[in-house]
């Protein structure tokens, strides 16, 4: 813009784009000085935090953001002058980094986004591990990433079945959608059962005031539901013994749970899936991950008639994006375009590589009676699902882990994903998330 374009006070004529303040202006022309670490004062991401011996300090994170801090990292030490202390004081802090904030969706229980968590700020309370900064893809690489392993909770959630309802499928079968609320977040939590001898016991609980008509609506009846029915708890029974003492007008609900309980015993242990929430790859045919898949597999294996006696249970967990939220995921696959992978990409936005909890999916199946030595087989390639699963006093015992193998391996790529993302995927689950994956 020419000078004449300019109004006579000198400022910008109104076609011109509003004048926004810069991200930083240095208070001073003089040149920055360097402490006796030979680091500037603008120099961003704590270049001069200490490790826990004090003897060493980590090297700066991320490039300065002007040239005039870039002069002064590249020439000699300056002396300071006695100023120096009051001038840092007064100056204005640095700019924010360009990543994103650390953004804490509502929070799953076990884990949580926090301060101790922020590989790339850490809190400036705790001593700074100088081997856990990972500012961007090159020390990503370099540094061999330890497993993420998921929290274990000290007592479990308290969780209720609010509803039930029967939905048949596309495939022709059938299974039963239970909603929960909890304690400890404002997520709503889903079962899928299949078969009929799996039971919520919140559910099934009486409420004071409800008539039976409020019990069928919230799914706490027994049997198959039809116009006319009165009676919750008259229907199909689980047994002939459970039947007749129905037919006669004697239901007793503690003969029915022993019948249930000497049934559970004498059944195979029910599979088990515990799914987090993935609407991309469930919802908008995502082939960055196999998540889909995965959900679809297991509804198939426990749709199976040598599944219908034992039943059947997917735990939904609302924890996309592994703990961090969608929002935070879509930054993650932009990362990924960058050349990150799933892994590096999580560290980058400042949250776990896997910020997941399962202490809920223990409290649900415990409340679906699959508690105790009657076991669970798991359908999981991930070998630490299996300990935080099983509860922090072995609530649920896992009998089996059952491999989840994916669907274009199985066929030799005739069926199934086919991307060179999900392949990446796969491989970062392999490497850095050590999934027992294999393709036999």
Known sequence: MTASSSTADGSLPAHASPAFPPLYSPPNSRPQQLDEYGVSDLQLNGARAKSPNHDTFAAPTSAPYNTATTHAL??????????????????????????????????????????????????????????AELPHQHSLRQRRPSKPRPRLLETL???????????????????????????????EHLAIVFGGNIRSRSLDAERPGETELDRMIRGAYVGTLYPGRTSSRTGEGSSAAVGQRQQQGEY?????????????????????????????????????????????E?????????????????????????????????????????????????????????ARSYGLATAMLLDLGLGGDQG??????????????????????????????????????????KSQEVERYLSTKIEKFKHMLNAA
């Open 252 to 296: 007793d609900d503690d003969a029915a749970q022993a019948v249930r309980e000497q049934e559970v015993q004498e059944r195979q242990a029910p599979l088990v899936r515990i799914h987090s929430e993935c609407y991309t790859g469930e919802t908008v045919w995502s082939a960055r991950c196999d998540c889909g898949e995965q959900l679809d």
């Open 376 to 417: 669970i087989r798991l359908l999981t390639n991930n070998p630490d699902k299996v300990s935080a699963v099983e509860g922090p006093n072995r609530e649920v015992v896992v009998k089996e882990r059952v491999p989840m193998v994916p669907l274009a391996w199985r066929t030799g790529g005739k069926e199934g994903i």
């Open 298 to 354: 297991a509804a198939r294996l426990m749709s199976l008639p040598s599944a219908a006696s034992s039943g059947g249970v997917i735990v939904y967990l609302r924890q996309e994006g592994r703990g961090i939220g969608l929002s935070e995921k879509l930054k993650a696959y932009n990362l990924q375009d960058l050349g990150s992978d799933t892994y590096e990409a999580n560290l980058l936005l400042r949250h776990p590589a896997d």
């Open 74 to 131: 590249s020439t000699s030490s300056l002396p300071a002058d006695s100023s120096a202390a009051a001038d840092a004081e007064s100056r204005p802090p640095p700019p924010p980094s360009l990543l994103s904030p650390a953004v804490t969706p509502p929070v799953t229980p076990g884990e949580t986004t926090s301060a101790h968590t922020n590989l790339l700020h850490p809190s400036p309370s705790a001593p700074s591990d100088t081997t």
């Open 157 to 187: 959630p308290e969780v209720n079945c609010v509803v039930r309802a029967r939905i048949p499928t596309t495939t022709g079968q059938e299974m039963f959608l239970h909603l929960y609320t909890n304690n400890v977040d404002g997520k």
